[in-house]
């Protein structure tokens, strides 16, 4: 079983809200991602990091922001928050390139 | 621009059936591919990973193989059962290190 948790599992949260939805892994693993899944369509990558203090936007345009001040750690923040923001977050790790994906059990935001 | 595919979107089975689940990608340089399981409202479960100088890798009823030069990989389940039910996502990593997802296909084993 993959040792990577995401906090809080489910989270309905009122517009205009700060919210950061956090993601740990214990595996040691250097590259974390942030994917936005909306119901029944597809993944797409909206942060990576390759470290400590190396993040990245990814394919999909996101107001989110993440930081990475600890390998294990990788929060992702929504400063104000809006009903277009309503979808799954789900966060990955990996150890160097193109190796086995470890994802955790996502987190299910809903802004009302 | 690497892109995934899966058809079909949605399959419906027996119990007992074998079945093959398809994944097409567009750029046939791929660094690995990535096999998962997602049951609704939860994260990814890893299934199997191919390495790009693999042709095949099996993990009990389940064996994936991949073959670069058509653009394909499948997915074969073996003796499926209910609890197979589930969606399965194939992903590819493109040159930058990234996992680009296919829209998965819906898995429905009937008892």
């Known amino acids: 079983e993959a040792d990577i948790y995401q906090t809080p599992r489910y989270l309905v949260i009122g517009t205009g809200k700060k919210i950061t939805l956090e993601c740990s892994q214990t595996?040691?693993?250097?590259?974390m991602y942030w994917y936005q899944q909306d119901p029944g369509m597809e993944l797409h990558l909206i942060h990576y990091?390759?470290?400590?203090?190396?993040?990245e936007k990814g394919d999909l345009s996101s107001e989110s922001t993440v930081s990475r001040i600890r390998t294990e750690h990788f929060p992702l923040t929504l400063e104000s928050a809006r009903p277009s923001h309503t979808s799954q977050y789900l966060c990955?790790?990996?150890?160097?390139?193109?190796?086995?994906?470890?994802f955790g059990q996502g987190t299910r935001l809903t802004v009302v | 621009k690497q892109e995934v595919t899966q058809i079909p979107a949605a399959l419906s089975v027996p119990e007992g059936e074998n079945l093959v689940l398809n994944c097409s990608f567009t750029d046939s340089a791929i660094y690995n591919l990535q096999w998962f399981r997602q049951d609704p409202g939860k994260g990814l479960t890893s299934l199997l990973l191919?390495?790009?100088?693999?042709r095949e890798q099996t993990s009990g009823r389940l064996n994936a193989s991949l073959d670069k030069s058509s653009g394909r990989s499948t997915l074969y389940i073996a003796a499926s059962q209910p609890g197979d039910s589930a969606t399965y996502l194939c992903a590819a990593y493109n040159q930058g290190g990234k996992l680009i997802f296919g829209q998965g296909t819906e898995l429905s084993v009937k008892p």
């Open positions: 990091s390759y470290g400590v203090n190396s993040t």
């Open positions: 990955a790790s990996t150890r160097g390139g193109f190796t086995e994906a470890f």
């Open positions: 595996m040691g693993h250097d590259k």
């Open positions: 191919i390495q790009s100088s693999q």
